[in-house]
């Protein structure tokens, strides 16, 4: 196969570039998807905003506008205009701090919802207790108003706060639903406590709804807390990620050290790492040797050799010696800094597919309101004696259990479960729709160098005695060649003595160098230089050739004008490529090669992993058009690549993927980013976001039926064939059981896509 040469087409499937300034505000009052529906209207409708996207889960409004027609403040203020609370981030917040502040609101008010809880269950078992006729008389209808208030008062007093507040600013939200079911009921039954003469000459026995009233409120709290701890669970791995840096540091000055917080380090001062201790921050070691456990970003359970010049990860664990480290990057600056903002950018994005769910949450309340009241007269006009009660309790029943929770929970909470996840797995996902795009791919195209090869050539064949060797390494010493290095790295590797004496060093360009070392005459280079010599192979040119047949740069090695041996170069295959290029494959998806290396060598790796469709010899624009020709025949594509002529590429495609160890081009213009240098990793993001998007799907359809059956059932659908009726309390728990029911559906991605590891494999 040859670089494709048709132009790319004009529209681009891969994510569009972006334009504008961003910010996140925290946005607070947000209790169901018509909260969050309503504040991302308002922020959209904001002259200069080109997008805006609120996530109910996390409590954040992400917002990319034009900085010449919009400011932060405005976007703030039409927040608050609609009912809600917001606040931009502080200049001086690091992410640490702005997480714990977030978890210290987050535990004052799961106790207040405790209390609230607790309240409510005590008053229920207490207006329950009617139902059983011997305990009637010990529980009359005055003492069941009296309990009931608390609930209504306090328990329950934030619905009807937030359900006003939304009718003030012309919206209606679940608290209005809340409110207006809980309302009418504890209406009614008011007026049977105070008023029961009358009922009785109606010939209605005057039995209260407290219990409704008290349970409604009871069970909506459960299911907002159970709601609350799914949404803590949900970014659990996120926010351990987030502890993994030490809140102290030894900063060394004087030769010795002095404790001090992490935040206030900063880049060129130096820190004194203790055996044991973790790493404060990104940098590089200038004292000592160690081990390191770099598993919390690597996987790789064994430690890593680091020495002087070796660059050093904050959070990472010092297994061995004391290390002093030149500090270079700090806070949201290192790799965990940027981990984490990576993933809560991605939890704040939405798939394409929550559209459908935003558009319909937007008019669901009003709609079920026009249900509630058309029960109502339904019931009132038709139903059996005495029709006004049974009116309102139909109507309220319906109030009560179309609340949209669950539709509001489906995709923000499998969003955030599967980039986390994504996270411990080893992969940094930019948003949530790129989970969308990469459920479709088919095609994964890989770039060789760097990729699927190691990335660092090294002396693979050495057909030559080691005198000879360690002549030509201490030649290549003086060299500045690409291939010099692995040559010295071989020798040095054999532990031979490499000579300090090396005169008359020339360079050929395209051909080697020659020179004097220890007194004899040497050279190293290709058949050029062979031949620029008038030096024969001979028998060498056939070991030169296996060389070269199997992917290797062939250079000849030449002492006192006789071809003394040939040396094999190349950058050898990653460990895991071949396992990854056949799991892709099992999967259904197809694998290309694409490289700017030479058609010989790109024929040679591909088949030591395994794939047969090879795209030699194409520059960074070749590149970008093989993606374009692939998507233009109906593939979606995923490009993996790590150097800066990968980014055309990489931006092009469906999904962009980059190695962790690339540049910091290819990382900034990919979609996903793998932390470590394996090819399984593309495997396990495929198959996470194919479950994320199943997930998603399953989440949409058990909210959406859920509404569809049970609001006709509140509604007393069923009651005219076989009688059966749900009361409001009923109701209620069915409304929380569905809302708990979508987020453990989405909490089961957590324990998912990992894939299953044989005994001593990489990661």
């Known amino acids: 196969m040859t670089a494709g040469t048709s132009p790319p087409p004009s529209s681009a499937t891969g994510p569009e570039a972006e334009t504008g300034a961003r910010v996140t505000l925290a946005v607070t009052g947000m209790t169901c998807a018509a909260c969050s529906a309503r504040v991302q209207r308002v922020l959209g409708r904001l002259p200069g905003v080109q997008d805006a996207s609120v996530n109910l889960m996390t409590g954040e409004a992400a917002v990319r506008f034009d900085p010449l027609v919009a400011a932060p403040d405005q976007l703030v203020a039409a927040v608050v205009s609609a009912g809600y609370g917001a606040e931009l981030p502080r200049p001086d917040d690091g992410a640490e701090r702005m997480w714990d502040e977030a978890d210290a609101a987050h535990e004052a008010a799961m106790r207040q919802l405790r209390g609230q809880l607790a309240v409510s269950l005590a008053a229920g078992i207490v207006v329950m207790l009617p139902m059983v006729p011997a305990l009637e008389p010990l529980v009359p209808s005055w003492l069941q108003l009296l309990v009931t208030l608390p609930v209504l008062g306090w328990a329950g007093r934030d619905f009807f706060t937030r359900g006003v507040a939304a009718a003030r600013h012309g919206g209606a939200d679940m608290n209005t639903l809340v409110a207006l079911g809980t309302g009418s009921a504890f209406l009614l039954s008011l007026a049977m406590t105070l008023a029961p003469a009358r009922f009785h000459a109606a010939g209605v026995h005057p039995h209260p709804y407290y219990d409704s009233v008290v349970w409604i409120i009871a069970l909506v709290l459960l299911g907002r807390r159970l709601e609350e701890r799914a949404k803590r669970s949900a970014t659990g791995a996120l926010r351990r990620l ?48 160690s081990a390191l456990d770099e598993s919390m970003l690597t996987g790789e359970p064994l430690p890593v050799e680091r020495g002087p010049g070796d660059a050093v990860t904050g959070a ?29 950018d991605a939890q704040a994005t939405r798939p394409s597919v929550q559209r459908l769910a935003d558009r319909i949450a937007a008019v669901f309340v009003p709609v079920v309101l026009g249900l509630a009241v058309l029960t109502f007269a339904l019931w009132a006009a038709l139903g059996p004696e005495p029709r006004w009660l049974q009116a309102a309790i139909s109507a309220v029943t319906v109030l009560v259990i179309a609340c949209p929770c669950a539709m509001g929970l489906a995709v923000p909470t499998a969003v955030m479960v599967s980039t986390g996840r994504a996270a411990q797995l080893g992969l940094l996902v930019r948003g949530g729709d790129v989970l969308e795009r990469g459920a479709r791919i088919d095609t994964v195209v890989l770039d060789k160098t760097g990729t699927v090869t190691e990335g660092r050539p090294q002396l693979v064949h050495a057909a030559l005695a080691d005198d000879a060797l360690a002549l030509v390494a201490a030649l290549e010493r003086r060299s500045e060649h690409p291939l010099a290095a692995p040559i010295v790295a071989g020798a040095e590797a054999r532990g031979l003595a490499l000579s300090a004496d090396v005169r008359d060093v020339a360079v050929r360009p395209g051909e080697g160098a020659t020179g004097t070392v220890a007194g004899r005459a040497v050279a190293v280079g290709n058949a050029a230089l062979l031949a620029h010599l008038g030096v024969d192979a001979g028998a060498h040119a056939t070991t030169a050739a296996r060389h070269a047949e199997s992917g290797a740069t062939a250079v000849y090695v030449m002492v006192d004008g006789a071809v003394a041996g040939v040396l094999g170069i190349s950058d050898p295959v990653r460990p895991t490529s071949a396992a990854a290029v056949a799991a892709l494959r099992a999967r259904g998806v197809d694998v290309v090669l694409l490289t700017g290396d030479t058609e010989a060598t790109a024929r040679a790796v591909a088949g030591q992993v395994g794939i047969g469709t090879v795209c030699a010899g194409v520059k960074p624009e070749g590149k970008l058009a093989e993606v374009a020709r692939l998507q233009a025949t109906g593939r979606h594509v995923a490009m993996v690549g790590d150097g800066i002529n990968d980014a055309p590429a990489l931006a092009r495609a469906d999904v962009g993927i980059a190695m962790g160890s690339g540049t910091d081009v290819a990382m900034e213009t990919a979609a996903i980013t793998l932390l470590r240098p394996d090819l399984g990793l593309v495997g396990d993001a495929l198959a996470l976001m194919r479950r994320t998007m199943r997930t998603i799907r399953q989440n949409l359809f058990w909210a959406f039926a859920y509404n569809v059956v049970c609001i006709p059932v509140a509604a007393g659908a069923l009651y005219p064939l076989w009688g059966v009726r749900l009361t409001p309390m009923l109701a209620a728990a069915a409304m929380a059981v569905s809302s708990v029911t979508v987020v453990g559906n989405s909490l089961r991605l957590r324990g998912r896509g990992a894939r299953r590891r044989e005994p001593g494999a990489r990661g």
């Open 242 to 289: 987030m502890h993994l840096r030490p809140d102290t540091a030894l900063l060394w000055e004087g030769g010795a050290g002095r404790e001090v917080p992490a935040t206030s380090l900063r880049p060129g001062q130096a820190v004194l790492v203790k055996p044991g201790a973790a790493v404060p921050a990104d940098g590089v070691i200038v004292e000592g040797r």
């Open 316 to 344: 990472t664990i010092n297994r061995g010696a004391a290390l002093v480290v030149r500090v270079v990057r700090v806070g949201a600056d290192t790799l965990l800094g940027r981990v984490v903002r990576l993933v809560r």
